[in-house]
């Protein structure tokens, strides 16, 4: 015979939500933007590996780059009735239309790595994301201690027009340069947050910059901009981190093997493990119908030479890079 003590516990857990739906259940599609940078490619690895860890079914579209692909992909996987859609927004506006598809049809979406500009935030059940004002700003007080009174011309290599890191990290970076008068930013354009985007357009910046001679610093709203950018000025005969220093965003092996060899200086930590929480959120809410956060934030830390950059590589490799 069941006791009452045992019928009353399994009560209590019943409405704290225990035992009912497992991550086991769920079927989460996740439109991702495509694979431009080594950042983006980790996101997707470790996306995959921290589905497996909880047993979920997981459903990857790649977009390629392109808004018009997620949404088909968004709409892809309303039809086939999934339990949550994750989207890593490729631009920040124009999300309204099918979100409200997504809301309609009950699927609650959660946003990955970048933010969108919407006056109805009921449209998105949270945002896992860092704060990437923030990042910029560390990157431009990081550059403005290090160059302390000195001129400096900045060249700027920004991120995918339109989407929240490049409007971002482009704001961030002139907060934290504003009361260095000394530093001023003689160029900024973008390059796609590639790597070969970001070389070609460092080679247009170095050829219009009388070499790149005056210049004193880079930059770059990602690390593989960077890696490109610093190929760009050896290639022009100067020394990337000492004739020209390089800082940028993210935090991928690469650039710690750049640090290392003394080619960059500083980078922006970006985890690339924004789906792991958006699980858990995502879990909790099916479980118990407690709605997250609207912004579960993910951390920022900078990285310099003096974080012996080569130990850091070691670590970052296999972390899903
Ligand atoms: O949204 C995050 C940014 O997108 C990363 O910094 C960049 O590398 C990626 O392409």
Redesign the pocket.
């Known amino acids: 015979m069941i006791s009452m003590k045992r019928i009353l516990l399994a009560s209590v857990f019943a409405v704290a939500g225990f035992g009912t739906a497992s991550a086991a259940d769920l079927t989460v599609g996740f439109s991702q933007?495509g694979s431009?940078?080594g950042?983006?490619a980790a996101e997707t690895s470790v996306s995959k590996i921290e589905a497996e860890k909880r047993g979920i079914a997981f459903k990857i579209a790649d977009a390629q780059q392109k808004q018009e692909n997620q949404i088909k992909a968004i709409r892809g996987f309303i039809a086939q009735g999934v339990d949550a859609i994750f989207i890593?927004p490729v631009v920040a506006t124009g999300w309204d239309t099918v979100l409200a598809e997504a809301k309609e049809a009950d699927i609650p979406v959660i946003l990955l790595?970048?933010t969108i500009e919407t006056a109805d935030d009921s449209l998105y059940l949270t945002a896992v994301t860092s704060d990437t004002v923030h990042e910029g700003k560390v990157a431009g007080e990081w550059l403005a201690k290090t160059v302390a009174d000195k001129d400096c011309k900045v060249l700027e290599l920004q991120?995918t027009v339109g989407?929240s890191?490049a409007i971002n990290r482009k704001k961030g970076f002139e907060e934290g340069i504003a009361s260095a008068s000394n530093i001023k930013i003689v160029r900024s354009q973008t390059g796609d947050?590639t790597r070969s985007k970001g070389k070609e357009v460092m080679e247009g910046f170095l050829k219009a910059e009388n070499g790149g001679k005056d210049i004193c610093a880079l930059y770059a709203?990602?690390?593989?901009m960077a890696v490109g950018a610093i190929q760009a000025i050896k290639e022009a005969g100067l020394k990337p981190g000492k004739d020209i220093l390089v800082v940028s965003?993210?935090a991928v092996p690469d650039i710690f093997k750049a640090m290392a060899d003394g080619e960059a200086n500083a980078t922006v930590e970006?985890t690339p493990n924004m789906a792991g929480p958006a699980f858990d959120a995502l879990k909790e809410f099916k479980d118990s119908g407690k709605a997250p956060p609207k912004w579960i934030q993910t951390e920022s830390k900078l990285f310099t030479q003096a974080d012996d950059p080569m130990k850091v590589y070691e670590e970052k490799k296999g972390l899903g890079y």
């Open positions: 933007i431009e940078s950042w983006r890593a790595d970048r991120g989407s890191p947050f709203h990602n690390d593989d965003v993210d970006l």
